[in-house]
């Protein structure tokens, strides 16, 4: 069973609506949550970081993380086609030298 | 644009060349990784160097050998790659590399095929 699981999509959904990414996992030794954006032919980028469980906001974007239920979220409002990318979750005990677990991401397309 | 530069950023080889990735941070950090990317599987992670030290291998094959020479620099020397070797080759950056938060920065990654 792998530590993290993200949900595959892949997702379509029309211009404005609201987005839910989503991502279980196993180990609850995982302190730092990480969401990741990746557009074709480009590196990942960081799109938000989370310590712990709560919520995090950031423009359009709200990451939310639930350590009793070991499920993380990312939330996108008011979407547009510039979000068409792959998204990708990660985590990490923050003890091992940097090492972070990531999901297998969800590709996202945002028609006009 | 990233603080991370990879080079180059398309590769072609044959199994029997030998190669080198280059990856470059301007962002003064002290750990870099790196990564490989297949279609349609996670990321997986190859080597982590934290303050030039490799302190992580995860079972990388030997054709793959990795270098850094100070903080700003990582390469990756290839030798006999097989076919299955092709994939986008990430390399990251993070300020630590330690204990804390592990926000990694990726550069654009070289895609390479071997034929």
């Known amino acids: 069973q792998k530590e993290v699981e993200q949900d595959p999509g892949p997702l379509s959904v029309p211009e404005g609506a609201i987005v839910s990414l989503n991502c279980t996992y196993s180990n609850s030794a995982f302190q730092y949550f990480m969401w990741y954006r990746q557009y074709s032919r480009k590196g990942p980028e960081l799109l938000m970081y989370t310590y712990s469980s709560g919520n995090k906001e950031d423009g359009r974007f709200t990451a939310q993380v639930d350590k009793s239920s070991k499920y993380i979220s990312l939330f996108i409002r008011d979407s547009q086609p510039s979000d068409s990318a792959t998204y990708l979750c990660a985590m990490s005990r923050g003890d091992n030298a940097g090492k972070s677990t990531f999901g297998d991401g969800t590709t996202l397309t945002v028609k006009p | 644009e990233t603080g991370v530069t990879q080079t180059p950023r398309h590769l072609v080889m044959g199994m029997t060349n030998k190669k080198s990735l280059k990856c470059e941070q301007h962002?003064?950090?002290?750990?870099m990784y790196w990564y490989k990317q297949s279609a349609k599987k996670p990321l997986e992670l190859m080597f982590v160097?934290?303050?030039?030290?490799?302190?992580e291998n995860n079972s990388v094959p030997s054709r793959f050998s990795p270098e850094c020479p100070n903080s700003s620099h990582l390469f990756l020397h290839l030798h006999t790659l097989q076919p299955e070797d092709s994939a986008l080759y990430l390399c990251?950056?993070?300020?630590?590399?330690?204990?804390?938060?592990?926000?990694?920065?990726f550069g654009p990654g070289t895609r390479l095929t071997v034929l």
């Open positions: 160097y934290s303050l030039e030290e490799r302190v």
């Open positions: 962002l003064g950090h002290n750990a």
């Open positions: 990251a950056s993070s300020p630590s590399g330690r204990a804390g938060t592990d926000t990694q920065y």
